[in-house]
T-cell receptor
Framework: QKEVEQNSGPLSVPEGAIASLNCTYSDRGSQSFFWYRQYSGKSPELIMSIYSNGDKEDGRFTAQLNKASQYVSLLIRDSQPSDSATYLC???????????FGSGTRLQVQP | DAGVIQSPRHEVTEMGQEVTLRCKPI?????LFWYRQTMMRGLELLIYFNNNVPIDDSGMPEDRFSAKMPNASFSTLKIQPSEPRDSAVYFC????????????FGEGSRLTVL
């Protein structure tokens, strides 16, 4: 079992809809969680971080964390074709462990 | 700042040859990470350094892989001898501090081993 699990997709949504991306993690010691966006052929870039249970909003993006269920999600409101990319969920464990990434969910926003 | 700089961007080599990938982190960043990305396995941590010292190399697949960071502005990842299964995109990333979780990635080095 991978430490961070994501559905590979593709997740296809129409322009203007809400895209919901999900992630589960196995290490209960994980302290903080991150969403990275990776366009095809490019490198990952950080778009959201979340450290405590609940919701965190930044513009059209909302990250949600439920540590009891070991579940992280990313909502993208008013999805745009430019949001089409692979979204990587990452968890940082306790101690000196570096970020562990999921395999990513490919999002396609249809115009 | 120019960001994290990696070279070469593309490398095609034959099995058994030595491959050296290079990375210049963002100035002032004290953490440097090497990740490998494949379709099958996703983005995997190989090794990371703090202040030029290797902290966790548990992701280095085997003795054919080695990494060094002789100073704060340069790191290398070497594969010797290379094998076809090493074909992947190798990313270098740096960060300022450990707890931010914000890694700045280079553009990657795409390695193809024939």
């Amino acid at each position: 079992q991978k430490e961070v699990e994501q559905n590979s997709g593709p997740l296809s949504v129409p322009e203007g809809a809400i895209a919901s991306l999900n992630c589960t993690y196995s290490d209960r010691g994980s302290q903080s969680f991150f969403w990275y966006r990776q366009y095809s052929g490019k490198s990952p870039e950080l778009i959201m971080s979340i450290y405590s249970n609940g919701d965190k909003e930044d513009g059209r993006f909302t990250a949600q964390l439920n540590k009891a269920s070991q579940y992280v999600s990313l909502l993208i409101r008013d999805s745009q074709p430019s949001d089409s990319a692979t979204y990587l969920c990452a968890a940082k464990g306790a101690g000196r462990r570096a970020l562990t990434f999921g395999s990513g969910t490919r999002l396609q926003v249809q115009p | 700042d120019a960001g994290v700089i990696q070279s070469p961007r593309h490398e095609v080599t034959e099995m058994g040859q030595e491959v050296t990938l290079r990375c210049k982190p963002i100035s002032g960043h004290d953490y440097l990470f090497w990740y490998r990305q494949t379709m099958m396995r996703g983005l995997e941590l190989l090794i990371y350094f703090n202040n030029n010292v290797p902290i966790d190399d548990s992701g280095m697949p085997e003795d054919r892989f080695s990494a060094k960071m002789p100073n704060a502005s340069f790191s290398t990842l070497k594969i010797q001898p290379s094998e076809p299964r090493d074909s992947a995109v190798y990313f270098c990333a740096s960060s300022e501090g450990y707890n931010t979780g914000e890694l700045f990635f280079g553009e990657g080095s795409r390695l193809t081993v024939l």
